[in-house]
């Protein structure tokens, strides 16, 4: 991050990430025409990728933990019959074990295929991502020419949904759990119908019950009067989560640090981290309930956002 200062700006911004830019690139774009002093990403896109990102600013940043671990959905286009060896279109075409050279694909065998995707299923990560080894990303080793070996991991894929097919372009609609590489789904997909597959177009459509129609375009930012304007308050990450209202001295107790009677302050409720508001409902952090206590988790810093 740049060591300039900038303004001291808090909350979230829903951004529409142009082709061609790292999703690093993406924010600090998008830092400099708010001229923000602190910035963070909830979650990559690959530089070919678009669609929506969580950028959170100031003590936002401190609540994005969350968006991590949230559900996504995509629209992805899959260029069928050959497959590359970065599973999208900035890779080399490749061959793999059991391929059929020219096969072609009708509809129905497609969406028979999509059928047995949905649901759990396991993924090898690609050698293209940004997982580590020893300290390394993947993509590292793959641009060296080098391959390792990947242990499988668990995913959900709730929903996979033929949108449309052209020729050898299909378009699908993928909802899906953290975790999941939709390059992976593409080549496993085009693996089971034995003409390979790779992506061509990939779009993040929503997140976190976020979606893209909220984004904005850098162009859009830019344009506005106050690009600050666009952004949302640091507690619209932290819906699905219960709220707590506290008088004014529990309120002074909870800024301090002070865990209380989940029962003393009306604390009750289905989830085990709550949104907690002053007596005028601003923000205050979140907190834990814990054996029947109240206990400080996150906490907004006042002093930051004058």
């Not at 390059?183 to 390979?196: E, K, M, V």
């Not at 409902?281 to 004058?306: C, M, V, Y």
């Amino acid at each position: 991050m740049a060591s300039r200062r900038g303004r001291a700006l808090d909350g979230v911004l829903l951004l529409d990430k142009p082709e061609g830019l790292s999703s690093n690139h993406a924010l600090q774009r998008a830092r400099r025409i708010l001229d923000a002093r602190k910035a963070g990403h909830t979650g990559t896109l690959d530089p070919f990728a678009t669609g929506l990102m969580v950028l959170c600013f100031g003590e936002a940043t401190k609540f994005s933990g969350a968006m991590f671990h949230a559900d996504k959905r995509y629209t992805a286009t899959l260029a069928l019959g050959e497959e590359t060896d970065s599973g999208d279109c900035t890779g080399l075409p490749v061959a793999f074990p059991g391929q059929e050279p020219g096969r072609v694909v009708d509809e129905a065998e497609l969406r028979d295929v999509l059928r047995r995707f949905v649901g759990r299923i396991s993924q090898v990560p690609p050698m293209y991502s940004a997982l580590k080894r020893d300290g390394k990303p993947l993509y590292e080793y793959a641009r060296e020419g080098v391959t390792l070996e990947r242990e499988p991991r668990e995913v959900h894929i709730y929903e996979l949904e033929l949108v449309s097919m052209q020729g050898r372009a299909a378009t699908i609609d993928v909802r899906c759990s953290k975790g999941t590489y939709i390059r992976t789904l593409a080549q496993d997909i085009g693996r089971a119908l034995g003409c390979g597959a790779h992506l061509t177009a990939l779009r993040r459509t929503s997140t976190a019950g976020f979606g893209l129609e909220q984004a904005w375009t850098l162009e859009a930012l830019e344009s506005l009067d106050d690009p600050a304007s666009a952004l949302l308050a640091a507690d619209k990450m932290l819906e699905d989560l219960d709220a707590v209202t506290l008088d004014a001295a529990a309120a002074s107790r909870f800024m301090q640090g002070r865990k209380q009677s989940a029962a003393a302050v009306g604390a009750s409720g289905s989830t085990d981290k709550v949104r907690v508001y002053d007596p005028q409902g601003k923000f205050l952090g979140t907190a834990r309930r814990e054996d029947g206590w109240l206990q400080p988790d996150r906490l907004i810093s006042f002093k930051e956002t004058t």
